[in-house]
Each structure stands twice: as structure tokens, then as C-alpha cells.
């Protein structure tokens, strides 16, 4: 009896071990497979107007000329980057830091384009585990964040032609740099933008894991041992909002109204939560994930304002 119990706890703890490495892989891996995860966004002819723009706006931004830069993490992982310089000589740049399994070319392609063609050079980030730069997991904003520290540092001391700077982000990326809102120089960054962050990762994930139709309390569970097993990071402390309530810099919270990915509502509530009485808000109507520059004007008119004041 006593053999056939520890038979079972071993198999037990094999399996548990085997979902959990399984969970690590589907939402941190470089190579995952991420389509199940936006399986249950309902397509409609909107999304089409959106992707033929993305395409045009990228075809565009490869016509134009850049400098790759790259860096070393704090933990060795080689990290890339494209500067792209605006139509006229400027003073401004904006770092933008794209989200989950994408690159910045890709995520930033249309709203790149915007800064470009007014008067706002850009460097393009390639997270961690995505695109060109190096490493094998992403980690939700946990080393990202160094990372995007290090960029900030970068440019300040590298593109000598700019003075000010803003930070950009797109759905993980908006927790990268929402990571930082309370560590950048007022005097250097001009402000920041989240297009559609989330407040806290385990609320977020386990909203996503909700959406697949999955177990999701228990599968966080086994992807947050799987993560400290690995010694990858702890999903546990990564609360974009807490840094928000210490911000050092002027916001923007941008989100679709119809956002199926992640919900309205943490815009909302990171907008209740930034200190800053410069803050912005703009949430599109008709928009999903990621659609909110496209959908409303607003946008575009908060990032030119916030950079000229």
C-alpha cells in the first residue's frame, strides 16, 4: 500500500511538473504558439481595414532608412533596436516597446509612421524573446523593464540630437513601461504611453487563461511554480499599477472599448491611479486589442500635445 501511495505522488508531481513547463511555454516561450490565446476574438470587417493599414504603414517604414543599435542586458541577453529619423530634424524621439510575440516594426508600424511624419524620431525595441533581440522567455515586464531602462539610458547618452524623450507601450510593452513611470527624469522623458495595459499579471492571465475556455486558477498556479522552478521570475510581483501611483511623468492610457484581450476597465483604473495632473485617457469606441490609435483621432492628438507642452 505504502509503495502504490508514493507510486502515485510520484506520478502526481511528474505531471503536475510537466503542465507547469507546458504553461511556461505557452505564455513566456519565444517559440510558443500563440494562436489558441486569440481564438475567441470574433473577426469582423473592421479588423480587415486595420491590418491592410498595419501592412502599408510597415511597407513604408522599411522604405526608410535606420541604424540597428544593440545592447547587452543586465543579465547578458542581446537586445536590438531600430532608430528611424523623423522627416524634419528633431530634438524628439520615442521609444516604443511592442507587445506579446511581436516586434517593433510590427506592432508599431502605423503609429511609428505618425511620429515620423511628425517630427518625432523613433527607436523601435525588440523585446526580449521577440524579434531580433535575444533570450528565450518573456517575462511580462519583470526584466523588460531593466531593459527598457537601459534603452532610455542609451539614447539619452547615444542620440545626442534629442533632448526629449517619451516612452510607448502596447499591451505588455504598456507594463514595461508603466514598470518605470516612477524611475525616469522628469527633465529627460516627456511622458508615457499605455495603450492597453493591464493593472496586475495575475489578474491579466488569468483573464486570458479564462478566455481559452480553461481551468484558469489552477493553471496559473502550475504556471506560476513553473516560472519560480526555473527560476524565469515571479508572476506574482508584476503590478504595473503600483509604479502608476508613483508616476514621475505625465500619462496616457489609451484602450478599445471592445478590447476582448484585455479589459477596459484596467484603463480606467490605471487612469484613477496616476498622480499626474497632466494625464490623458482615450478610449475608442469600436475598438478591440491593440485598435485603439486607428479608431479614434484623440490618440494621435494626445501624443503630439503631451510631447510639445
Known amino acids: 500500500m505504502f509503495n502504490i501511495l508514493i507510486c502515485v505522488l510520484i506520478i502526481t508531481l511528474v ?6 513547463a507546458l504553461m511556461v511555454h505557452l505564455l513566456s516561450a519565444r517559440g510558443a504558439k500563440v494562436k489558441a490565446i486569440f481564438d475567441g476574438i470574433e473577426p469582423n470587417e473592421r479588423d480587415g481595414i486595420i ?3 498595419k501592412w502599408q504603414d510597415r511597407q513604408w517604414l522599411l522604405s526608410r532608412p535606420f541604424t540597428e543599435f544593440s545592447i547587452k542586458a543586465f543579465d547578458g541577453v542581446d537586445l536590438k533596436a531600430k532608430y528611424v529619423k523623423a522627416l524634419e530634424a528633431s530634438d ?31 527607436l523601435f525595441v525588440d523585446q526580449r524573446g521577440n524579434g531580433e533581440s535575444g533570450g528565450k522567455y518573456i517575462t511580462y515586464g519583470d526584466r523588460e523593464q531593466k531593459d527598457v531602462l537601459m534603452w532610455l539610458e542609451y539614447a539619452i547618452n547615444n542620440l545626442k540630437e534629442n533632448t526629449k524623450f ?34 496586475v499579471e495575475k489578474t491579466q492571465l488569468i483573464y486570458t487563461i479564462k478566455s481559452m475556455k480553461l481551468p484558469a486558477h489552477f493553471l ?13 521570475y515571479n508572476p506574482g510581483r508584476i503590478a504595473p499599477i503600483e509604479s502608476v501611483r508613483r508616476a514621475a511623468v505625465p ?5 478599445g472599448k471592445d478590447d476582448q484581450v484585455v479589459p477596459v476597465s484596467m484603463t480606467y483604473e490605471l487612469y484613477d491611479a496616476c498622480p499626474n495632473e497632466k494625464k490623458r485617457i482615450v478610449v475608442a469606441k469600436d475598438a478591440n486589442h ?11 492628438r494626445a501624443l503630439l500635445e503631451l510631447m510639445n507642452e
Open 220 to 232: 496559473y498556479a502550475l504556471y506560476y511554480l513553473g516560472c519560480n522552478i526555473m527560476r524565469l
Open 166 to 199: 517619451a516612452l510607448h507601450g502596447i499591451s505588455m510593452g504598456s507594463a514595461t513601461v508603466m514598470l518605470v513611470s516612477d524611475r525616469v527624469d522628469p527633465q529627460k522623458v516627456k511622458f508615457i504611453a499605455c495603450d492597453c495595459g493591464y493593472t
Open 92 to 122: 524628439k524621439c520615442a521609444i516604443c516597446v511592442h507587445g506579446f510575440h511581436s516586434f517593433g516594426y510590427k506592432e508599431f508600424s502605423s503609429i511609428g509612421r505618425f511620429y515620423l511624419e511628425n517630427g518625432i524620431n523613433v
Open 15 to 20: 505531471i503536475v511538473i510537466v503542465i507547469s
Open 51 to 53: 491590418r491592410d493599414r
Open 251 to 255: 500619462m496616457l492610457f489609451a484602450h
Open 290 to 300: 491593440t485598435q485603439a490609435f486607428y479608431m479614434s483621432e484623440d490618440y494621435g
